[in-house]
Nanobody, 123 residues
Framework: QVQLVESGGGSVQPGGSLRLACVVS??????????MGWHRQAPGKQRELVAE???????NYADFVKGRFTISRDAAANTVYLEMSDLKPEDTAMYYC???????????????WGQGTQVTVSS
């Protein structure tokens, strides 16, 4: 079973930085990892897209993180990163990694999600 495991969350002061990482495990059953991305969900709010990155490394960012966050991926390590800087209290949320993956077992393509990592920005 493919699993996505996030790390790197924590508590920081406004203006601080964090780097999130998400590793896709069970590489033996994976044919291809297509899009990868990060979403976030704050208490009482809907989950929203933060950033996404395609196989060709083209990226897309939500307006509220442009210029502050950078998404990248390491294809060899099946890992996607989110570098976050100039963090604001409104960035406080659970951050979830997701990936569109084609597997041999089971055969097919679907979206997979991680369990989330908490980011808290507070003075």
């Amino acid at each position: 079973q493919v699993q996505l495991v996030e790390s790197g969350g924590g508590s920081v002061q406004p203006g601080g930085s964090l780097r999130l990482a998400c590793v896709v495990s069970k590489s033996g059953v994976i044919h291809e990892i297509k899009d990868m991305g990060w979403h976030r969900q704050a208490p009482g709010k809907q989950r929203e897209l933060v950033a996404e990155i395609q196989r060709d490394l083209s990226t897309n960012y939500a307006d509220f993180v442009k210029g502050r966050f950078t998404i990248s991926r390491d294809a060899a390590a099946n890992t996607v990163y989110l570098e976050m800087s100039d963090l604001k209290p409104e960035d406080t949320a659970m951050y979830y990694c997701n990936a569109l993956i084609t597997t041999y077992v089971p055969l097919g393509t679907r979206a997979y999600w991680g369990q989330g990592t908490q980011v808290t920005v507070s003075s």
